[in-house]
RNA sequence: GGGAGCGUAGCUCAAUUGGCAGAGCAAUGGACUCUUAAUCCAUAGGUUGAAGGUUCGAUUCCUUCCGCUCUCACCA
């Protein structure tokens, strides 16, 4: 018998209890509501692609078939002794008309107990219906899966803008609800289903993009015994055994980089990233990030990489370099601007000079117009060139970046695992990738110098000594790995979740991963 | 954590100035063997997020709490 649930009004208890005597007056005729065995040879999709220039005299000279489908039943229009149900697969959706003087008294009963989004098996001829729709008329009727619970909404085959607004009218709109149970959200919003398929296509190009380029796949570890590779607040577990904390890694770039000292010089990961931050529509605590790694490349040539790759992915994603998100048109085709960090600056805000990047007082005064909290202008006026400098760019130039756009030469102070500029040791060989006022990459030649990336940690530790709260630990075998020898190399960090966003027009990052974090329920 | 907004039937949404809490879909019973969001007849479905307050009377106004969304801050 059913157990009883907690937390459901009268009526979800009704419904339920409705569609259960069902699945037990199946069990009456000796059909098992939850039966295994049956397999279907055929996809609904493969049938209707088939028969499309079927004309109905054809069909009904050749009586294609017997056909065998199975899915979830999405719609049914029930005439008594007879009904046409439609069977959703993952292919797509068929028709298939039941009677009762085909499949008899003992066939025809369990389809009277059949509700809308219950699974069932079918094995069936192709015909035409009298409006021209491929049909299966049902010789095989089998109940597969009871459901207790009904779909929101109702399904239309429409594919015109009427029906598609229709369809969307009634769909699950409540937020929470369709982030709780996506399963549900899938079902009843169009649209969800193609996003995350469309996600899964950007991570195998760029898995096939790096393959063929001669780069390994590889997985370091998810737990660290230091927090390294960013500056972010970490989650922290322990371990029973070894009576340690550890911290869910925030970044695997120390783990990358240890490889290409071990030989693998080209290796990338894909693989999820946790940081112990706030939530937003662009920030989720675990995230998917690729990193990658090539020796012997600079930065610039990872910038020739980053385009070549990112606008390949546009178009194998969406069918063209072209994006519409929001309001905006986003063009990924080839061409992406590369500008110093200090010069885009000084593209949009008029009174400051390239000379001035000597004075640090004049950055601040220009940082304080856009301050607006007290904390912000304190925060502002014990700033240095290097972070006033990142700080402007931050508030003037950001946000502004639409089409894809690389800049370049960072400061050094915010920085401590890039490697220093030849030419200018207060900057760094890096760069990042903005697109929709979005960091989408951030990339750099490596430090492979250990004497400078030891007091590169030192710096962090006196930072965090200081009060900072998102600093890096020293890493000892790291700084060893370095005085084994790292080639020269350049690596790259790519948010998945963000690329995968633009490419399909999404305006949270929860609409492009399947089960984002949410306060865990108290009740219902 | 700060600010703004929202919470009504299983789902999508109404409810005039504070005046009987409603509709469509889904459900249930009935009719119907070519429908496409089937159609027709009938029925049932509610602690209006929770608690308190003002009032003759609260979905509506006030307070507190809970939850969610957006936004700012931190960050990718």
Redesign the pocket.
Known sequence: MRPAMSDE????KK?KD?RFAKGEKLKGLGLNPYGNGFRPAHLAGDLLAKHANDTPEQLEATKPGPYSIAGRVV?V??????G?IVVQDRSGAI?VHV???VLGEQGFAPYKLL??GDFVGVVGTA?R?????L?LAATEYRPLTKTLR?L???F???DDA??KA?AE?????????R?RRRYVDLLSNPGVKDTFVKRTKLVQFIRSFLDQRGYLEVETPMMHPLISG???RPFVTHHNVYDVDLYMRIAPELYLKRLVVGGFDRVYEINRNF?N??V??????E?TMLEFYEAYATYHDLMDLTEEMISAAAVHVTGGAKVTYGEHQIDFGKGWPRIPMRQAILDRVKDLSANDFGDVEKLRSVALRRAETPADKAAVATMNVGEATALLFEQYVEGELINPTFITEFPVENSPLARRNDANPAITDRFELFCMGR?IA?AFSELNDPIDQEQRFKGQVEAKARGQQ?TMDYDADYIRALEHGMPPTAGEGI?I??LAMLLTNAQ??RDVILFPL??PQ?SK
Request: charged share 40%; no cysteine; aromatic share 8%.
């Open positions: 009004s009268d009526v979800e419904l409705e719609s229009r029930d005439f008594g002794k007879a046409f028709q009677k009762k003087d509700d809308v015909f219906s009298k409006t021209g729709e049909t009904p929101p909404g109702k239309t085959k429409g009427e029906a229709w009218k009634q769909a699950l709109a409540d937020v929470e609800e982030y960013a500056a972010a940081r931050e706030g937003s529509t662009k920030h989720n605590p995230f960091e951030n998102e948010g979740d963000r949270s990052i949410l306060r108290t």
